[in-house]
């Protein structure tokens, strides 16, 4: 089993897509171990993004990350990084598949709907990032979650 990392971007919560977000990794089966609303600061953002600290758009993606409080989310399941990587769809929301968050829901590079973790590596630093120990829950949903590893 594996943990990963969402953020519904500040896109996401003005434009009323919570629940539908939150519903695509729900009905696909991923597990919900933590969630919570924070309100994301230029030191934590500039750490999270420290991957894209020499682009020109750096500053912006800040910004438009700080307009209104996120929505940090866990999720997860067997392989559930690239899972959630393949249901988020290509970062650019115009060349994203249909049927892909980004592809159903965005026409911009930078509104993109949601960030997810895009390697084992990265999900273990950014869950560490914006949840506590005491944040994150492990529970029993039902029988079948645990059996999808022999698959
Ligand atoms: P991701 O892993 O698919 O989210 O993509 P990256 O890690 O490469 O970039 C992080 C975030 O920065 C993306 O989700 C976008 O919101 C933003 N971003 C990436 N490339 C661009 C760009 O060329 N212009 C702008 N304005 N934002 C970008
Ligand atoms: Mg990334």
Redesign the pocket.
Known sequence: MEKTLVIL?PCTIQRGLIGEIISRFERKGLQLAGMKMIWLTDNILSEH?A??KE?P?FQ??KD??SVCPVIVCCWEGVDAIHVV?QL?G???GRNAQPGTIRGDFSM?????I???S?SPETAAIELKRFFNDDELFDYRMNNLLATYAND
């Not at 911009?108 to 993109?112: F, L, P």
């Open positions: 971007k993004y991957h894209l682009k758009f912006r993606i438009a990350m990587r988020a290509a970062t650019n911009s590079v930078q509104e993109n949601v960030h997810a895009d």
